[in-house]
């Protein structure tokens, strides 16, 4: 054996298996992700406090009422470790999150995680309600739109979710509210309010306008996607062959179409839980339902910085772990 064989030899023997290799670079790249979205995360906290810290008014003015001595002040102020420097007042509420302690209330005393529990379980509640919901209606809407692509049907859907997309999540939930719960029809509640203690689906009819509007929202989004990923298919060689080989329509679209329709569809619907948890905030006060959206409009109004502090970073994590799941699955997709 010459040198040259012998070291094409040893290179191969050497070189890494392609499978190997493509696992070790998606490893990579996921890791790589998720560390960009720790240090997101961390710049979002410096971002929170510092905002929160910058709102108008003195915390302890607004406690003690207008009435408060300028001692009074000072000394809440003290309590409440308001008077030390904002970096080391940062650093002492960053240590105590990333404990799971994220303070007490400044309003009511308690802790802000007993506080926030009920809500939390609400608004998941809310959540996860619509995405079952929104997940096989964009599927099936996408569809329908992709099969009568440019005829009547889709035309009017492509209209309609348009205007739906152009119009505001208060505006939507506005006229919901006045057609079905005030002015026209009254058959359901106007406002979602859930006794203390109760599970939200003990309470159906205060869930449906709520519900109905991010389904709308949800479903207008995802199944544009969807439709877009269906054309794409439909337009591909082997589902021409197979029209051409006589095969049926069902057949083609749910044995062939389908499943290649929802790989590039899949990171969409983690996109879309991502925007439904943020976009909950409107819903939640428009309909007064007592989730963490509507807790943090009241903790804004009462200057409550921990309870404000505490609930965005909470969105922002949730908002960060979809996002990150639809990095990964779209990752995958490509992969493949």
Known sequence: MTAIETTTSDAVKDAPAPGRSRRAALAWQIGRRALTGVATLWCISIIVFVATQAMPGNVAHIILGPGASAEQVAQLNQNLGLDQPLLSQYWDWLSNVLTGDMGNSLVSGQPVSELLAERIFNSATLTVIA??????????????????????????YL???LI???????????????????????????????????APWEHPRQLV??????????????????????????????VQLAIIKGLSMRRILFRHALPNALAPSIPAASIMAAYTIAGSVVIEYLFAYPGIGSALVDAVAGHDLPMIQAII?????????????????????KSR
Request: glycine share 6%.
């Open 313 to 333: 970073m909470l969105m922002a994590v949730a908002f960060f772990c979809f996002n990150q799941l639809a990095d990964v699955l779209g990752t995958l997709n």
């Open 131 to 156: 995405m079952v919901l929104i997940l096989p209606l964009s599927l099936l809407v996408g569809l329908l739109a992709a099969v009568f692509r440019d005829r009547l049907l889709d035309r009017s």
């Open 159 to 161: 209209g309609t979710s």
């Open 209 to 238: 306008m709520p519900l109905a509007v991010m389904v709308l929202v949800g479903v207008t989004y995802l199944s544009r996607l969807v439709r877009v990923s269906f054309i794409d298919v439909l337009e591909s060689e082997y």
């Open 164 to 198: 739906v997309t152009a119009t505001p999540d208060f505006v939507i939930g506005s006229l919901v509210i006045a057609l079905f719960g005030t002015v026209v029809f009254k058959v359901l509640p106007p406002v979602s309010l859930i006794p203390p203690g109760d």
